[in-house]
């Protein structure tokens, strides 16, 4: 996966991180495996962390820092942290003509803990969305790691899968079949797992958009990118998830689907290219 030299990137879609010289938090530290795998069984490219994050009680984030020497996909050559808000201008670019009433979301990178309207978070809950600030949180370090520990490759292609599902969400929540995964049912056929699986969906679908534009910033999206996206869904897969934290696999517990599953979706966006194809409230055969 390569950027387009020419093409421009929304300095706006992304605040915080290096890209924009400020935003960096506080020190809170990364726990080790064991505890990152427990928070992790709950909130893997999760939705608003909710009640463990201390509830909605938290104030809407304000950092304003854009990263304003992000200007074309040259620049992710000069400074990688420009990748982020390459990777929202073409999820802007796709969800702006797929979706009657669209309004864009924005990134904020931290680092270490973050004020948001869902409550305040650390980096051990993963790259997030929250509905009550429309935006995607992502410590954009602690992703590597959890890729690893999750058992595969940092790569551009799993970063931007992971960008992509938390778009997913935001149109969810403009949509709003966001608020059904709210009823605290957990299991492979919930409607939590729906809400999860159709954001797999959805990041499939902008990846087949993204590599047949012509026009947008990313470019060259091959063979091994698609495997290394695939391969993200399965690691992020809660029975994957499970046996890696020592546990039996439970499917009651599953929040966000099984491996099976999230491939399955995943592949069913890229297949189609069609968001109309990712209604996973319409059948009960989900791919486990
Ligand atoms: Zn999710």
């Given at each position: 996966m390569d950027f387009k030299q020419d093409a421009q990137i929304d300095t706006g879609s992304v605040v915080g991180g290096g890209g924009g010289g400020g935003g960096r938090g506080g020190g809170i530290a990364v726990g080790g495996i064991g505890g990152i795998i427990m928070v992790i069984l709950a909130l893997?490219?999760?939705?608003?962390?909710?009640d463990l994050l201390g509830g909605g009680s938290g104030q809407p984030d304000t950092q304003q820092t854009s990263?304003?020497?992000?200007?074309?996909?040259?620049?992710v050559e000069k400074n990688p942290d420009c990748r982020w808000p390459a990777y929202m201008t073409s999820l802007g670019q796709y969800w702006s003509q797929a979706l009657n009433g669209f309004q864009p979301t924005t990134m904020r990178i931290f680092s270490g803990g973050v004020q948001t309207a869902c409550g305040t978070a650390n980096s051990q809950v993963g790259p997030f969305y929250c509905p009550g600030d429309q935006k995607i949180y992502i410590d954009d370090d602690f992703v590597g790691q959890l890729l690893q520990q999750l058992g595969t490759q940092q790569s551009t292609a799993a970063e931007a899968y992971i960008v992509a599902h938390e778009y997913g969400h935001h149109i969810q929540n403009l949509t709003g079949?966001?608020?059904?995964?709210?009823?605290g049912q957990t299991g492979p056929l919930s409607n939590g797992v729906r809400v999860e699986l159709q954001a797999d969906c959805y990041a499939g679908v902008w990846f087949k958009w993204a590599a047949q534009n012509?026009?947008?910033?990313?470019?060259?999206?091959t063979q091994d990118d698609l495997a290394r996206i695939v391969d993200a869904a399965r690691v992020v897969g809660d029975d994957h998830i499970q046996k890696q934290s020592g546990g039996g696999v439970n499917?009651?517990?599953?929040?966000?689907?099984s491996s099976a599953q999230r491939k399955f979706w995943v592949s069913k966006g890229f297949n189609s290219g069609d968001p109309n194809q990712c209604d996973t409230f319409s059948t009960d055969d989900l791919g486990a």
């Open positions: 893997v490219l999760g939705l608003n962390p909710g990263n304003a020497q992000c200007r074309t996909g040259a620049d079949v966001l608020a059904r995964s709210q009823d012509p026009d947008d910033v990313i470019d060259n999206i499917p009651d517990g599953w929040t966000h689907g």
